[in-house]
């Protein structure tokens, strides 16, 4: 006969286990960011990138919020789409090549990493990440589709767009 019982004691029949369960992440790496922090760090983007235009626009001749503009010629608009690059690139350029970040990531705690949580190069975020994206949005037709389709794949369980997965990122909260 085997004097190895394994039942409990009547008192603790019914008790919960006695185990510690502790809350751990199961593949080590940092949650997703929100759809809305997300929204919120483009916002915060868009804003500043919308008061460096109207600085420039009052302080030189390039006022894209003049009528003159929309209907302005093929090479005045591509040196607006390039002028709004180099603005991107004053702004972001430094945190994004060394933190993964914007400054409305920064400012909302999210970063840009590989989905194994590694850094994403820079050439991977400014490239393709960036670059794929700003060149299809200057198409005629295909740009607006680009946009649509892009900030619409946020609401796939994953919650990335287009532009991560063209570059192979996901944006994590830090």
Not at 26 to 36: I, Q, V
Not at 83 to 98: D, E, K, P, Q, S
Request: glycine share 12%; aromatic share 6%; proline share 6%.
């Amino acid at each position: 006969m085997d004097n190895n019982n394994s039942t409990p004691p009547p008192s603790q029949r019914y008790a919960p286990p006695a185990a510690e369960v502790a809350d751990v992440s199961a593949s080590g790496e940092a949650p997703l960011a929100g759809r809305g922090a997300r929204l919120g760090g483009a916002i915060i983007d868009g804003v500043i990138l919308l008061g460096l235009w109207w600085l420039v626009s009052a302080i030189t001749p390039w006022n894209i919020f003049s009528p003159q503009m929309a209907e302005a010629g093929f090479m005045a608009l591509i040196g607006m789409q390039l002028l709004g690059l180099l603005l991107f690139a004053i702004v972001n350029g430094y945190l994004l090549m060394t933190r993964g970040q914007t400054v409305g990531k920064l400012l909302l705690g999210m970063r840009i990493v590989r989905p194994d949580g590694s850094a994403a190069s820079p050439g991977r975020i400014i490239g393709l990440r960036y670059g794929i994206g700003w060149l299809l949005s200057a198409l005629p037709v295909v740009g607006m589709i680009y946009a649509l389709v892009d900030c619409l794949m946020i609401f796939r369980a994953d919650r990335r767009c287009l532009h991560d997965l063209i570059a192979d990122t996901i944006v994590v909260k830090v």
